[in-house]
């Protein structure tokens, strides 16, 4: 166990390929605090099969002029970082992330940041019409499938003379819940009818973990971002269904934040329509509920109590109406810019 007076020789090794000396050094899972004769650094570990891809998405973000990424330090002989026992290694500067200031300036700076990657690094690619529409019929067919189950385990749980518990609150949420999938299915048709003739798609390099855990700020409250370690070229919305999805995952509330985040981001890089009715698709999809629900169906007491499962249909549910009232006031918005539009080029028109 490495504390703050123990010395690793694994440490040391691998900080000698830096012309660094350890002194000693503090351990939080992946990371390790190094106290070194020119100062504190912070050591990762990662998988050495996701280092090619690290590297590479790393080097292209700079190279399109983004530098508010947390630098990654090069070897003396030119590497990004240090195989040793079956880990990689890479070593960055170790910031203090200052917590001081609002919460929600943080995220905004956060989002932000983000739109700048995104900006520039964008670039259409190439997308055979045939793989669009077989990903359009296989999600469709899950999702259709999924809502078959759903209707008939309510008819199931209705022809009892006693209910479970769990049951009688699926029956209670389920009108919600069968609104949900209807309307995830309407978006979904139509992004497909609008792009099923298209022949590319716009991408952007992903964070891939995109997530206030992993944006610092150093203590003039510049925000930088770390760990790219699951980084792609891949549609904007890998990385904000994601966040948004897990930060509706809460007790019941009225997500404005989620609201003005969104749209601060837009204000550096909008989403496209298609891509706005492809990502509310999604959003709006409830398969954290279906997937509690088949596993109460199928599996019942293997792996949960009555009572576990009733608390994780609650917290679901609450989810699916945290997700809905965010879905909605994007709807309100995105109605009221496209009658503007309307109201202006018929006022150009006249």
Same mark, same amino acid.
């Given at each position: 166990m490495e504390g703050s007076n123990y010395v690793?020789?694994?440490?040391?090794?691998?900080?000698?390929?830096y012309m660094l000396h350890l002194h000693y050094s503090e351990s939080f899972g992946r990371i390790h605090k190094v106290y070194t004769n020119q100062g504190v650094y912070c050591l990762k570990t990662i998988p050495p099969e996701k280092s090619m891809d690290f590297v590479k998405y790393l080097q292209r973000i700079y190279q399109r002029?983004?530098?508010?990424?947390?630098?990654?330090?090069? $070897?003396?002989?030119?590497?990004?970082?240090v195989l040793h026992?079956?880990? !990689? /290694?890479?070593l960055m500067p170790w910031l203090t992330n200052d917590e001081s200031g609002?919460?929600?300036?943080?995220?905004?700076?956060?989002?932000?940041?983000?739109?700048?990657?995104?900006? !520039? $690094?964008?670039k259409d690619i190439e997308v055979d019409k045939q793989d669009r529409e077989i990903h359009y019929e296989k999600t469709t067919d899950e999702w259709k499938r999924q809502q078959s189950f759903v209707e008939e385990y309510i008819e199931k749980c209705e022809q009892k003379w006693y209910m479970s518990p769990f049951e009688l609150l699926f029956c209670s949420y389920y009108y919600d819940i069968s609104q949900?999938? $209807?309307?995830?299915?309407?978006?979904?048709?139509?992004? =497909?009818?609008?792009?099923?003739?298209?022949? $590319?798609?716009?991408?952007?390099?992903?964070?891939?973990k995109f997530s206030l855990q992993h944006f610092l700020l150093d203590e003039r409250g510049s925000g930088y971002f770390v760990n790219f370690e699951n980084s792609k070229q891949l549609p904007q919305h890998f990385d904000l269904l994601p966040f948004f999805v897990k930060y509706c995952n809460t007790y019941p509330i009225r997500?404005?934040?989620?609201?003005?985040?969104?749209? /601060? /981001?837009?204000?550096?890089?909008?989403?496209r329509d298609e891509e706005m009715l492809l990502f509310i698709s999604y959003l709006a999809y409830p398969s954290i509920i279906f997937q509690t629900i088949e596993m109460y169906h199928t599996e019942k007491y293997e792996r949960k109590t009555e009572a576990q499962y009733v608390m994780?249909?609650?917290?679901?549910y609450w989810q699916l109406k945290n997700i809905e =009232?965010?879905?909605?006031?994007?709807?309100?918005?995105?109605?009221?810019?496209?009658a503007a539009k309307e109201a202006a080029e018929q006022s150009e028109q006249s």
């Open positions: 690793s020789s694994d440490l040391r090794e691998i900080l000698s390929h002029g983004y530098y508010r990424a947390v630098p990654v330090y090069v $070897t003396a002989d030119g590497r990004y970082g026992k079956n880990k !990689l /290694y890479y609002e919460r929600n300036e943080k995220h905004r700076q956060m989002f932000r940041e983000l739109a700048r990657i995104h900006s !520039l $690094t964008v949900a999938i $209807t309307f995830a299915l309407r978006k979904f048709e139509e992004w =497909y009818e609008k792009t099923k003739d298209e022949e $590319t798609v716009r991408s952007v390099i992903i964070h891939g997500c404005d934040e989620c609201v003005d985040w969104l749209y /601060y /981001y837009y204000k550096f890089f909008a989403m994780e249909l609650q917290k679901n =009232y965010f879905v909605m006031k994007i709807e309100e918005i995105e109605a009221q810019k496209k």
